[in-house]
């Protein structure tokens, strides 16, 4: 099965995503995001549009989503990809901001 395959969305994430230990700080990030977009939403929404976030938001490269400006906040609100609410995309750039913090503190 093509992990694109939009009719098995679910399927895909549960048999090669959902439940496996993640290799780095920027891919437990693009969980939190995708989870904080998802609230209000069905889950099935964001898996169709992973993809698109993680092109949207640099791949969820932590450093880069915590120095965006508002260009790129503008940038993100007109991608009709993604989900477009301002405080979801604020929430993700301040999540960004705080665990290059925590980072620098305790480390990964």
């Known amino acids: ?13 549960h048999d090669n995503e959902y439940g496996f230990p993640l290799n780095s700080d920027n891919e437990l990030f693009a969980r939190l995001v995708l989870e904080i977009n998802q609230a209000g939403l069905s889950w099935d929404t964001i898996l169709k549009k992973k993809e698109n976030f993680f092109d949207a938001y640099d791949q969820f490269d932590i450093e880069t989503v915590a120095n965006y400006n508002e260009t790129k906040i ?3 609100l007109n991608n009709a990809g993604i989900i477009r609410n301002r405080l979801k995309v604020n929430a993700a750039i301040e999540n960004a901001k705080k665990i290059l913090v925590l980072q620098k503190e305790f480390g990964s």
Do not use: R
């Not at 099965?1 to 994430?13: A, F, L, P």
């Open 1 to 13: 099965m093509d992990k694109y395959d939009e009719t098995n969305v679910h399927k895909y994430y």
């Open 74 to 76: 503008a940038e993100l």
